[in-house]
C-alpha cells in the first residue's frame, strides 16, 4: 500500500506567460504558493482473485484490464508513460473539488506519477516530477495547460517560478520574514464559486492569440516583480491587494471567458464590503475567488458572500509527498504467472484428452 499527499496551490501573479506558446519566445515567470489543502492518491498491488487487473476510483469507478483501455487521461498516460501493466487498485480523493481553478488536475497528474514511482522503488526528484508531469499533460494527454501548476505542487512553497526561452524552468524560493507571511496569508480569503469549469477549455480561449496581447502580457508578468517588492518592503501589505486587482484586471483582457457575470457579482459585492483585491484562480471563469481583505473587515466580506463557501488556508512548504510506504509482500506477479502456467497446462490435457478421443473415433469409424 502506498499513499501519496500533494498539496494543490493558489498564483498571484504571472498567470498566461506559463504557457509553452508564450514563454519559449518571450520568457514568463509567476509568483505561486502551494496551501494545506490535498489530493490523496492510494495505490496497492491488486490480488489475483478478480477478473479486472485495473480498478481505478474517482468520481467513477473503471475496471479494466489494461491501460489501453482506462477512459481517465492521466491514469492512462502514466501507466503507458511508466510502461506499467500490473493488477493495480488507485484511488483518488481531494479536499477540494476538481476543475475549481487550485491546480487539481496537475496536482492529480503529479500524485499518481509519483505513487507509481514509489511502486516501482523509484525516488524522483521534485525537478523530475514536475518535467515529466509537463510533458504527461502538454504531449502526451494534448490537453491546453501552462507549466507552473505541475512545477509549484512538486516543490511546495512560496516560489518565484521563471520559464526560460530554451525551456528551462527555474525554481526561487520567495524568502521573507515569518511574520511577513503571516500577514499575508492573514490578509487572503477563498471562496468557492460553486461554478464548475475545465480550465483547459477557458484557456484555449486565449492561448492561441498569446502572440497578439503581447503588451497585455508584458504587463501581467511585470506584476510578478512588482508583488515581490512589496513583499520584501516595508510597505503596507495593502499594496499587494491592490495588485492583485489591477492584474485582475489586465487578465480579464485576455478573453472574455475568463470572468462572468456571476463571477463579476460576488467580485463587485466583496469589493463593497471591503476586500481590497482578488481574482479567480487558474485560468478563471470559476472554481475560486481569492479576496485580498484585512482582518477587520472579513467578517464583513464572509456576510457578503454567505451563500459561498469559505475555505481557510494556510501556506505550506512540503509539496508531494509519499507519506506512506508498504510494499507488497506477497509475489501477486508470480502467482499470476503460476496461474498461467497452470492455464496452459490444463489447455495442453485438455487438448491431449480431445485428441485421443477424436483418434479413437476416427478408429472406431474405420
Known amino acids: 500500500m502506498i499513499i501519496n499527499r500533494t498539496p494543490f496551490r493558489i498564483s498571484f501573479f504571472g498567470g498566461g506567460t506559463d504557457y509553452p506558446s508564450w514563454y519559449l519566445k518571450h520568457g514568463g515567470k509567476v509568483l505561486s ?40 487521461p492521466a491514469v492512462r498516460e502514466i501507466l503507458r508513460f511508466l510502461k506499467i501493466d500490473q493488477r493495480l487498485e488507485i484511488h483518488y480523493d481531494g479536499d477540494l473539488p476538481a476543475r475549481s481553478g487550485m491546480g487539481s488536475s496537475s496536482s492529480f497528474t503529479v500524485g499518481l506519477l509519483h505513487t507509481l514511482y514509489a511502486h516501482l522503488g523509484i525516488m524522483p526528484s521534485n525537478r523530475q516530477l514536475a518535467c515529466e508531469s509537463i510533458h504527461i499533460e502538454q504531449n502526451m494527454i494534448k490537453e491546453t495547460v501552462g507549466s507552473q501548476d505541475q512545477v509549484c505542487v512538486a516543490y511546495g512553497g512560496f516560489n518565484l517560478i521563471k520559464f526560460s ?3 528551462e524552468i527555474e ?4 524568502t521573507l520574514h515569518v511574520d511577513r507571511v503571516k500577514e499575508l496569508n492573514s490578509h487572503l480569503m477563498l471562496f468557492y464559486t460553486g461554478i464548475k469549469r475545465t480550465a483547459s477549455d477557458i484557456a484555449k480561449s486565449y492561448v492561441d492569440s498569446l502572440s497578439k496581447k503581447r503588451t497585455l502580457l508584458k504587463q501581467i508578468q511585470k506584476t510578478v516583480d512588482e508583488g515581490i517588492y512589496i513583499l520584501k518592503g516595508n510597505n503596507n501589505i ?11 484586471m489586465l487578465k480579464k483582457g485576455l478573453s472574455s471567458q475568463v470572468s462572468n457575470n456571476d463571477v463579476d457579482e460576488l467580485y463587485d459585492r466583496a469589493r463593497e464590503a471591503g476586500a481590497v ?6 485560468a478563471g471563469g470559476g472554481g475560486f475567488l481569492l479576496l485580498f481583505a484585512q482582518p477587520s473587515v472579513q467578517k464583513k466580506v464572509r456576510e457578503a458572500l454567505a451563500e459561498k463557501i469559505h475555505v ?19 509475489d ?9 502456467r497452470r ?10 484428452s480431445i485428441k485421443k478421443k477424436l483418434d479413437k473415433i476416427r478408429t472406431s469409424s474405420l
Open 165 to 167: 526561452t530554451n525551456g
Open 332 to 340: 501477486y506477479g508470480e502467482l499470476e504467472k503460476d496461474r498461467a
Open 277 to 282: 483585491g482578488g481574482k479567480i484562480t487558474g
Open 312 to 330: 481557510p488556508f494556510r501556506f505550506e512548504s512540503s509539496g508531494s509527498q509519499i507519506i506512506f510506504y508498504h510494499p507488497e509482500h506477497e
Open 238 to 248: 495593502c499594496q499587494f491587494g491592490e495588485l492583485l486587482h489591477e492584474s485582475w
Open 33 to 72: 504558493t502551494s496551501i494545506d489543502k490535498y489530493c490523496y492518491i492510494t495505490c496497492r498491488v491488486l490480488p489475483p482473485f478478480f477478473e479486472h487487473r485495473l480498478r481505478i476510483v474517482y468520481s467513477k469507478m473503471e475496471l479494466c484490464q489494461h491501460y489501453n483501455e482506462v477512459k481517465h
Open 171 to 174: 525554481v526561487q524560493p520567495v
Open 343 to 352: 492455464t496452459i497446462s490444463s489447455f495442453k490435457e485438455f487438448g491431449g
